[in-house]
């Protein structure tokens, strides 16, 4: 509770988000917008996405991609991720419908945001994906460069089961050696957000400018009334100008991906 009041107050004090509101809203219209992917999520997956993982599956329905990790938590070729197979340049919109399938309240789901090889890997994460079919999570925080958001989110532990306990977490990839796994972190961070609930469909509209991330989240059908918007300041960070978008799934996390689009300028 505590670190949510903080988070909360940050926001407020924080000159970078007096206007954030004001700055998705106009960002969001805006006319210059190119569509440059459209998946309904009902068709074959495998004409827009490649996968990372040898256990997970992908499953196209009526209602749309059903991505499922393995089911066997603390085994890492459990972990899942998805890739679109183009690459996006510049600043870049995500829109996509999202339902958690699922029932957990462990382990994380993550959207990465134009991601690229770090030497001595390959640029192209494409041409080694054969040495991520185990796609422990170093493989790509030791090796990539990107933006990371968690979202229907939990802590890795969380023996009580408390299904209020998730998170929305921005982090920056490469991982500093020297600085370790903590310093990737994007301040702030919202927790017991009241989203995300299994069978419930959210809206999911991202953007990522040279300076900014939004993460909206719009409720729909029964969800409608529920709206929320979280925003970082990137100006202090490494710029991340170009890349794959990617879907993770940790072990034994399930969700539904329907009419996703990215659009660049």
């Known amino acids: 509770m505590k670190a949510a009041i903080l988070a909360v107050l940050w926001i407020f004090i924080h000159p ?42 992908v499953e196209n329905t009526e209602q749309g991609m059903v991505f499922s990790a393995g089911p066997e938590a603390w085994n890492d070729a459990h972990h899942a991720v998805l890739w679109t197979k183009e ?31 770090v030497k001595p890997k390959d640029k192209d994460i494409y041409a080694w994906r054969e040495q991520r079919q185990v796609p422990s999570m170093k493989s790509y925080f030791n090796n990539m460069k990107l933006l990371h958001i968690s979202y229907a989110a939990f802590k890795t532990r969380n023996p009580e089961g408390d299904v209020q306990a998730d ?15 903590d310093s990737m972190r994007v301040d702030p961070s919202f927790y017991r957000t009241n989203l995300f609930k ?10 990522k400018t040279a300076d900014k991330l939004h993460f909206n989240v719009a409720g729909k059908g029964s969800e409608k009334t529920q709206q929320q918007l ?12 170009e890349g794959r978008v990617g879907l993770r799934h940790m072990y034994t996390r399930s969700s539904r991906y329907s009419n996703f689009k990215v659009f660049t300028q």
Do not use: C
């Open 230 to 241: 979280y925003s970082w300041d990137l100006t202090t960070q490494q710029a991340v100008n």
């Open 167 to 181: 998170y929305v977490r921005v982090r920056t990839y490469p991982q500093d050696p020297i600085a370790g796994f």
């Open 87 to 117: 690459s996006f340049s510049g600043d870049i919109k995500i829109e996509y419908d999202f339902t958690k399938v699922d029932d957990e309240v462990e382990m994380v789901n993550i959207l990465y945001i134009q991601a690229t090889g």
């Open 198 to 207: 299994t069978g419930k469909t959210y809206q999911i509209t991202v953007i």
């Open 16 to 57: 970078a988000f007096a206007h954030s509101d004001n700055d998705f809203v106009n960002l969001n219209k805006s006319k210059d917008w190119q569509l440059s992917l459209s998946d309904s999520g009902t068709k074959n997956w495998q004409e827009n996405w490649f996968l990372d993982g040898l256990i997970a599956q």
